[in-house]
């Protein structure tokens, strides 16, 4: 074997509460930001896909964790819905979302599968969002309140958190792009809720830790190598400026407790620093994480030439669809040229990840790592009961290439979470984008292992490949 993982290294997949369990209005659980986004814009969405049934988890989990057991992983990092715990955000609690998780933790364990939780997957009740949402302090109060119920009613089953996913990524569609919800273009309230995010990380961790719970708390962050698209001083100057912006806001303040005096210095200059109390400042001024997790799909190639703001994603995976990021004087996104691509035009660059976990190894050496996502989107027809998909066994073999050559160079990586489990909503991409081990036939919903499932089995049982 030529990449052996180190012991009791967690292989897994990933799946979002939002994302797979459907039941939208099942057993009391209110309406989530998204579930109101893909009703008021059915035309943001492709083909008008709608998260109210997606791969209804929420009834067969039952048949899915005997998935998860047969495809042999160890772990399994999934999201709490929180508007099934709390339908209006905050106040009652429901007591049939309680149950629902806590019978999916115990199937989890009996069936020898660690689970990976992470609080907050983007499904903010709408309740909360109608009131403004992150921009808004009293949201990070409700959040504290939800991650108290969990710790408290999950905390004898659950020994790995993640407060957020992602706050990066969330932050920048739904308040620069305007791609996710709440749909906006507004720089500064884009810089207060990426600190809002932080701040309601901070505060959970700080609790966690006083009360003396079990378990250890990080979170899930998407982060992206960034090129200077050419060798120009205003291309690196660009890349350097996009990379405090992207990665460094959000790292630098959990692993080093620090904002990048790049990006504070042109908020200043732009009049949007963020708001924070004297409490919250002293409290981000100590690094909170037990443990980072790093989602990663692609690098950026960066250009100083960015004469307006334009924002597309791909949508539908055709190949002419290209993916269109630029703000207007700072920096645009830039494909490269020499580059392999998905079909929904995202950049294959495995290197890209081992030059992040040497980043993180290099800033604490000490720092546990998670891959908590990494995968491939793909159209995907099934053949004789499965799916050749030879294309994600390459993709996830690189990239855990990649990862051992971290661990070996003294990164402390514990475990890898293909992104997904199975196929699902995939946000504005809705159901096309597959990219799951499982294959969902969306007329039945009856599940299909890929080829993959079975190359990383076997991954798995032999701790390496
Ligand atoms: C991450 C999200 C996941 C997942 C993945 C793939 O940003 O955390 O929820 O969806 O990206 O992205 P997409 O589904 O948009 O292709």
């Known amino acids: 074997m030529k990449y052996q993982f180190p012991e009791g290294f967690l292989w897994g997949s990933a799946t979002a509460a939002l994302q797979i369990e459907g039941g939208a209005a099942a057993d009391g659980r209110g309406p989530s930001v998204w579930d109101v986004f893909c009703r008021e814009h059915p035309e943001k969405i492709f083909e008008r896909a709608t998260p109210d049934v997606t791969c209804d988890h929420y009834h067969r989990y039952e048949e899915d964790v005997r998935w998860i057991r047969e ?3 160890n772990a399994y990092r999934l999201s709490i819905s929180w508007p099934r715990l709390f339908p209006e955000g905050s106040g009652a609690l429901n007591q049939a979302g309680v149950d629902f998780y806590r019978r999916l933790f115990d199937l989890l364990r009996s069936n020898g599968v660690t689970p990976h939780v992470t609080l907050y997957h983007w499904d903010l009740p709408d309740a909360l969002a109608r009131r403004g949402g992150w921009e808004n302090p009293e949201t990070i109060a409700a959040f504290e309140a939800f991650a ?3 710790f408290e009613h999950f905390g004898d089953q659950v020994e790995l ?3 957020l996913n992602e706050p990066g990524w969330t932050t920048l569609n739904g308040y620069v792009t305007a791609l996710h919800p709440p749909g906006k273009t507004d720089l500064k309230a884009a810089v207060q809720v990426a600190t809002n995010f932080l701040i309601a990380h901070a505060r959970v961790a700080r609790s966690f830790h006083k009360a003396g719970r079990r378990g250890k708390i990080g979170l899930a962050l998407n982060l992206s190598p960034v090129y200077p698209a050419t060798d120009t001083a205003e291309d690196r100057q660009a890349a350097s ?4 912006i992207f990665n460094r806001w959000f790292f630098e303040p959990l692993l080093l407790g620090r904002f990048p005096e790049e ?12 708001e924070i109390s004297a409490d919250d400042r002293a409290l981000l001024a100590a690094p909170s994480a037990d443990f980072v997790g790093v989602n990663y799909y692609y690098p950026h190639h960066v250009s100083a030439e960015a004469s307006g703001n334009d924002f597309h994603l791909n949508t539908s995976g055709r190949q002419d669809e290209n993916c269109r990021f630029s703000i207007g004087g700072l920096f645009r996104f830039v494909r490269n040229p020499r580059g392999q691509y998905t079909d929904w035009a995202w950049e294959i660059h495995p290197d890209g990840l081992y030059e992040l976990l040497i980043r993180l190894r290099d800033l604490r050496p000490d720092l546990p790592v998670y891959v908590t996502e990494n995968g491939i989107g793909r159209v995907e027809e099934l053949a004789g009961g499965t799916v050749d998909d030879q294309e994600r066994i390459d993709f996830v073999r690189l990239h855990l290439e990649a990862i051992h050559r971290a661990i070996q160079a003294g990164c402390p990586v514990r475990g890898y979470f293909m992104w997904a489990l199975m196929d699902n909503f995939s ?4 159901f096309k984008k597959r990219y799951g081990f499982l294959f969902i036939d969306r007329q039945t919903l009856a599940r ?3 080829k993959s499932a079975a190359w990383f089995r076997e991954a798995a049982r032999r701790n390496g490949f």
């Open 71 to 73: 495809l042999g992983h």
């Open 148 to 150: 108290a119920a969990c």
């Open 161 to 163: 958190w993640s407060t």
């Open 241 to 244: 400026l996009a990379d405090a």
């Open 263 to 274: 990006a504070l210095a042109l908020y200043n200059r732009c009049g949007f620093l963020p």
């Open 427 to 430: 946000w504005i991409n809705g």
């Open 448 to 450: 299909y292992p890929k």
